[in-house]
């Protein structure tokens, strides 16, 4: 078993923000990654980050690591299971390790959400594709679709617009209100981006891989489409299975519920990032550091108080002082 006075899980800007802080509170730091940078890493171009006018979303978690490195954090790379909360002490295991903190930050971000087809699952990787900077380039001068209404889906539909020949946009609602602006003003931009608006993807057509799909709507006196690939980027799910091992609260998004310092429901149990209810629908690079960063203040003061002598006392040996010592 190895201790740590902070145990940080998570591999996103929420969690690196929070070791940086943690490392600098003279604290032993351990931080868990299942995918290295999480959601930053494969965001593309980055240019509302303080600091940088423009960065890689995957340079920008490498410098992130860095920092961290530098500072003396542990890193171990793995899904990070819970096994135990023993008052205040916080087990938990990677493959066949075991690691003990006396505090916990839970920074373990949201999951892509799906469509939900029937043969989605199928065709992952066969035309069905969830990010854009990863399997985009792919495509060049091909004809690509991506199903979404947000700002995500929007910054998608630029990216593949300057790779591939042609890009449907299928977007549930009837305007694109969800676009930061200067994204949505690129966009009008696109020459070879065709936004349907009030369509939905109702079928995948391809058994080995995606060779069209069939749309609520027709364009061009058809409901079918051929496509190279289809892009998903219709929002993300918390990943709530930990804070619910926990019994941490959760309001009805499966977002766990903070307080201002990114206190959970449970003692010395800390969030921060996209997982968290705390700038409401609204979860981005510089929000997530920033609760990154009080996660690790809170979790220091926690140290600080109760506890430093709670968690330890099945770490070290106990010496009790003679004069504590009964005689029978
Ligand atoms: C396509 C796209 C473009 C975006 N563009 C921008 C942008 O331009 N600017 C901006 O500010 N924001 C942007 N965002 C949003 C931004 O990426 C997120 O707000 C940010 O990544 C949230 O950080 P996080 O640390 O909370 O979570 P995440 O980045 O999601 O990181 C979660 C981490 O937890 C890890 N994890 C999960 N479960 C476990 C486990 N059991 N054990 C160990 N590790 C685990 C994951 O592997 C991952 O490393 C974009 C998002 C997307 C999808």
Known sequence: MQYYDTIILGGGAAAFSAAIYSARYQMTTLL?????????????PIENYPGFKKID????????????????????SGKA??????HHCFQVRVGKELFEGKTLIIAVGMERRKMGLPNEDALKGKGIHYCVTCDGPVFKKKV????GGG???VKGANQLADVAEKVYMIVREKDLHRAEPINFEQLKKKVNVHVLYETEVRELVGEKKLKSIQLSKSINGSVTVDLHALFVAIGAIPRSSIPHELGVAMNDRSEIIVDRMMKTSVDGVFAAGDITDATGGFKQIVTAAAQGALAATSAYHDVGTHAANVCNLHAVPIVMPAHDIIKT
């Open 32 to 44: 868990i990654h299942e995918e290295f940078g999480g959601e930053t890493s494969s965001a593309g």
């Open 57 to 76: 979303g995957f340079e920008l978690m490498q410098n992130m690591e860095e920092q961290a490195k530098a500072l003396g954090v542990t890193m171990v």
């Open 81 to 86: 299971e819970l096994t135990e909360n023993i």
């Open 144 to 147: 690509v679709a991506i199903v």
């Open 151 to 153: 700002d995500s889906a």
